[in-house]
């Protein structure tokens, strides 16, 4: 059977750091199977589902390279669900529920002031055809219940391994709102069965769902996927990371400068056996994912470990990849220039400040009487041309000859005059690419002490 996997979000809000690992897990997963990738937009909660969520969704998955193979939305789907919820009604294995939400808080409340589990007794079951035509002639809608089966439920789970669920733990879970709407497990297994899901990857708050989609795929006569379910991400401090997942939305990262690489490589890596690290290569990556390797505690998201990931991400962003986007950001710079300023950046904007280096007018810097005079010195030193990677020492070393400076005193007033800074790319790889030219005029602006 070909591995097929899902990425299953509400479109209820954006997408953020905790959910795309989902999405990277499984394109991983996909990718190195040689298997499917599906999206699938769990929108059957027409309230809070929203389209430009769907499509940001979609949007944000595409830029980070996570394209599915194919997109569905449930709520184009709800024909199957009916179908299913008829056979299942057939089998007496939905039934009808009256409850009020108060009658049930009640329940619950008494159960647990006697010691009880506050399971759902299933009085509803017990309910003749008359009571049920008097509640509905009373104006009641009924919800529709899933009656689970006795017994427990175990799977070996691929992250956690074998698990067993006390169904008897659980109260038979809605599968039909009051208002016909459906809720998400039923059109979850429905999908599952339908669309030939074999591993379904998510994260460990849905364990115990996965014992009632067990038992509800086997009551809708299918076989239940393999699943693995990760650890949550938490924050830094062992928290919840929901309750900031307002500014850690992938849309925020893009907007900070992230690229799409540093993402996808941080959710792949944070969480295992491995160590957080930088790829530019999907398929690389996809080729050392094993579920296996996630840990099943939680991994803890730290920001600034994620913008150290991205100055990785850019050392190894090939001339293909960075050109267009430097482009984009209205800096131009050469393959050559690229593969020299990408180790002295943390964000991709960052390189602006080398193209002016290498293109554009500087400041002078302000030195000392001392420096300007060595710094007009060196520019009568300067190699002919043309210059290449040993130009730069070939020059420093004739200035130690005739300045006896050495160590700093012979290199940090050049670089001051020629980049403007006290820090940056080597000077050998830099010099050539300022060129002559450049190189001279700002010696002898500096040099003249004009600033
Ligand atoms: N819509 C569900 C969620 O986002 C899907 C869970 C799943 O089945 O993967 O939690």
Not at 278 to 283: K, N, P, V
Not at 287 to 295: P, Q, V
Not at 415 to 429: D, I, K, Q, V, W
Request: a neutral charge.
């Amino acid at each position: 059977m070909k591995v097929t996997v899902r990425f299953a979000p509400s479109p209820t809000g954006h997408l953020h750091i905790g959910n795309v690992r989902t999405a990277v897990l499984n394109r991983l997963f996909a990718l190195k199977n040689g298997g499917r990738f599906i999206l699938r937009l769990d929108d059957t909660d027409s309230e809070r589902s929203r389209e430009e969520y769907a499509q940001a969704i979609i949007e944000d998955l595409e830029w980070l390279g996570l394209e599915p193979d194919a997109v569905f939305r449930q709520s184009e789907r709800l024909a199957f669900y009916e179908q299913a919820a008829e056979k299942l009604k057939q089998a007496g294995l939905l039934y009808p529920c009256y409850e009020t939400e108060q009658e049930l808080a009640l329940k619950r409340k008494a159960q647990l002031m006697a010691g009880r589990p506050p399971v759902y007794d299933r009085a509803a079951l017990k309910l003749t055809e008359e009571a049920k035509r008097a509640l509905e002639e009373a104006g009641r809608k009924p919800h529709w219940r899933f009656r689970l089966p006795e017994g427990s439920i175990t799977w070996e789970d691929a992250v956690r391994g074998p698990v067993e669920i006390d169904l008897s733990t659980l109260s038979d879970p809605v599968l039909i709102r009051a208002d016909g709407s459906f809720l998400y497990t039923l059109p979850s297994v429905v999908d599952d069965m339908d669309m030939g899901i074999t591993h379904v990857i998510r994260g460990d708050d849905h364990v115990v769902n996965t014992a009632v989609q067990i038992a509800l795929t086997r009551a809708l006569g299918g076989n239940p996927p393999q699943f693995a379910h990760h650890a949550l991400l938490r924050a830094k401090d062992g928290g919840p990371l929901s309750k900031r997942l307002g500014s850690l939305g992938v849309r925020d990262f893009r907007e900070k400068g992230l690229e799409p690489e540093t993402i996808v490589s941080y959710c792949a890596t944070v969480g295992t056996s491995e160590p957080v690290a930088a790829f530019t290569d999907m398929q690389a990556l996809a080729e050392r994912f094993e579920l296996s390797k996630l840990s099943r505690a939680p991994a803890r998201f730290d920001e600034e470990e994620l913008l150290a990931l991205n100055a990785d991400v850019l050392h190894q962003l090939t001339c293909d990849k960075a050109l267009p986007r430097l482009e984009k950001l209205g800096i131009s710079l050469s393959c050559e220039e690229w593969k020299v300023v990408r180790a002295n950046i943390g964000l991709l904007k960052e390189a602006a400040v080398w193209e002016r280096v290498l293109h554009g007018d500087l400041e002078p810097p302000a030195l000392a009487e001392e420096d300007r005079a060595y710094v007009r010195q060196a520019a009568e030193a300067l190699p002919p041309a043309p210059w290449d990677a040993g130009t730069w020492k070939a020059w420093t070393e004739a200035l130690k000859r005739e300045t006896g400076r050495k160590g700093k005193a012979l290199f940090m007033p050049l670089r001051l005059a020629l980049t403007g800074r006290a820090h940056g790319p080597e000077m050998s790889r830099l010099l050539p690419l300022i060129g002559p030219e450049k190189t001279r005029a700002r010696l002898l602006v500096t040099g003249a002490g004009t600033a």
